[in-house]
């Protein structure tokens, strides 16, 4: 039988362990994030390793990059990343975020059926391709949905002189990526995507599309992480965020995200904090 000592120390052992273990589960900050990192498996991928690292959990609303900004603005996430950078620095110019960084990068693509019907494949600029799509009557399905995506299509839309707005054979969805994706499929019908998404889901949702231009560089997409501002709302974990912004612009999770890739070796993420 245990002595008193010994039944007592364990028992004070064992309500320490479970007021540590406690401590850390109530240890969460919200990430506002975009849909393609979490359409792309990014965030499955990436939050294991930060939270056995540190204890944190991070909790994802994934969403479109505007109204992920927007979320950060209210103070209704702790952290924000995103691929906007200008509207990035605006917001932070603005007051309501701070220690924005660059974190990584990949590429917009245009992909659409596989007849390419506006025989895309042959152009060099997403400029030209827009135009093709747009003087054949082709459809074009946009997210439109303020996320990054959508702006960076509208700017291509106007970099072509062209506004889509109400033609025929312009759709917008209001739908995150995957989803526009699939209406594009079943429209046979032409997108802008990202990288990462296409790689990641193509198989999954069985596509019948291909890539049919890539390689512009304008088709650059920049993430950035940034924190919500403590001064503008208390409620915000600052130092759990900026644990989490330092652990993703360190060389540790910088490397993280360079070792995540699809199914076929793919790396889907090309990391460049500074």
């Known amino acids: 039988m245990l002595c008193k000592r010994s039944l ?3 028992l004070a052992a064992l309500v320490l362990g479970l007021a540590v ?10 990430c506002a994030g975009t849909s393609s990192t979490q359409n792309s498996g990014f965030f ?3 939050l294991p390793l930060f939270e056995k690292k540190t204890g944190i959990k991070v909790d994802i609303l994934a969403v ?11 103070g209704d996430a702790d952290v924000v990343m995103v691929h906007a950078k200008e509207q990035e620095l605006q917001a932070v110019e603005a007051g309501f975020f701070v220690r924005r960084h660059d974190v990584m990068y990949n590429d917009f693509v245009i992909i659409g059926s596989t007849d390419d019907r506006a025989n895309i494949i042959n152009v060099k600029t997403a400029q030209v391709a827009l135009r093709e799509i747009a003087d054949r009557g082709y459809t074009f399905v946009s997210r439109g949905d303020k996320s990054g995506t959508h702006v960076k299509e ?5 970099l072509a002189k062209i506004a889509p707005q109400g033609r025929k054979w312009y759709l917008q969805t209001g739908q995150g990526q995957e989803k526009t994706q699939r209406i594009a499929n079943e429209k046979r019908a032409y997108t802008l995507t990202d990288r990462s998404t296409w790689l990641a889901t193509k198989d999954k949702d069985k ?23 403590p001064g503008k709302h208390k409620q915000a974990k600052f130092k759990e965020a900026m644990l ?15 070792t995540f890739k699809d199914k076929h070796g793919n790396q889907l993420f090309i990391p460049n904090a500074k």
């Open 207 to 229: 596509l019948e599309m291909v890539m049919v231009l890539e390689g512009d560089p304008i088709l650059f997409n920049q993430y950035g992480v940034m924190a919500v501002n």
């Open 8 to 10: 007592a120390g364990l």
């Open 154 to 158: 509208l700017a291509l839309w106007k």
């Open 64 to 74: 479109g990059t505007g109204a992920a900004i927007e979320i950060g603005k209210r």
């Open 21 to 30: 273990g406690s401590a850390w589960a109530q240890t969460r900050i919200r």
């Open 244 to 258: 989490f912004i330092d652990w993703l612009i360190s060389p540790e999770g910088q490397q993280a995200i360079a």
């Open 44 to 46: 499955d991928y990436i």
